[in-house]
């Protein structure tokens, strides 16, 4: 297998794991804070860091594993790439539909934010997909030497 492969598999977990994490801290924020008084929960730092280690690295990896294959084409690339920006897409809109029950002393405004926005950024990674699944391995010059 090619790196371009490996690196858009990371880059599909990474996603994954960006949207399960996301989803899993504003299941965690709708329960009262009174009952959790083991630790306080500040929920922007939190948001920030799961984009810090999950989001960002999965951009970059889904570009990177693009521009490596964007001249011949892969449809396993284009696959990864296509399911990493739907599970992200999937997650966030998860995670939308819980940010009404959100409970009022973790608001922020960071909070109703995030899912929407990572959602419309999900959009640019499935076509980056879509476009290197439309791309034609070049043919090879003919030698006539």
Same mark, same amino acid.
């Given at each position: 297998?090619?790196?371009?492969?490996?690196?858009?598999?990371?880059?599909?977990?990474?996603?994954?794991?960006?949207?399960?994490?996301?989803?899993?801290?504003?299941?965690?924020?709708?329960?009262?804070?009174?009952?959790?008084?083991?630790?306080?929960?500040?929920?922007?730092?939190?948001?920030?860091?799961?984009?810090?280690?999950?989001?960002?690295?999965?951009?970059?990896?889904?570009?990177?594993?693009?521009?490596?294959?964007?001249? /011949?084409? +892969?449809?396993? &690339?284009?696959?990864?790439?296509?399911?990493?920006? *739907? !599970?992200? =897409?999937?997650? %966030? @809109?998860?995670?939308?539909?819980?940010?009404?029950?959100?409970?009022?002393? /973790?608001? +922020?405004?960071? &909070?109703?934010?995030?899912?929407?926005?990572?959602? *419309? !950024?999900? =959009?640019?990674? %499935? @076509?980056?997909?879509?476009?290197?699944?439309?791309?034609?391995?070049?043919?090879?010059?003919?030698?006539? &030497?």
């Amino acid at each position: 297998m090619a790196v371009e492969k490996y690196i858009a598999a990371a880059g599909l977990g990474l996603f994954c794991m960006f949207a399960g994490e996301i989803v899993t801290l504003y299941n965690f924020m709708q329960d009262d804070p009174v009952g959790t008084s083991a630790f306080v929960l500040e929920p922007d730092p939190k948001i920030l860091q799961f984009i810090s280690i999950g989001a960002a690295p999965a951009m970059v990896m889904s570009g990177v594993s693009y521009i490596m294959s964007r001249r /011949y084409g +892969s449809r396993p &690339v284009a696959a990864m790439i296509m399911a990493g920006g *739907a !599970a992200m =897409l999937a997650g %966030m @809109a998860a995670a939308h539909s819980m940010a009404g029950g959100i409970n009022e002393a /973790y608001e +922020s405004d960071m &909070v109703p934010v995030v899912a929407p926005l990572f959602m *419309a !950024a999900s =959009l640019p990674v %499935m @076509a980056i997909g879509a476009l290197l699944l439309r791309t034609r391995k070049r043919r090879q010059k003919k030698e006539y &030497v």
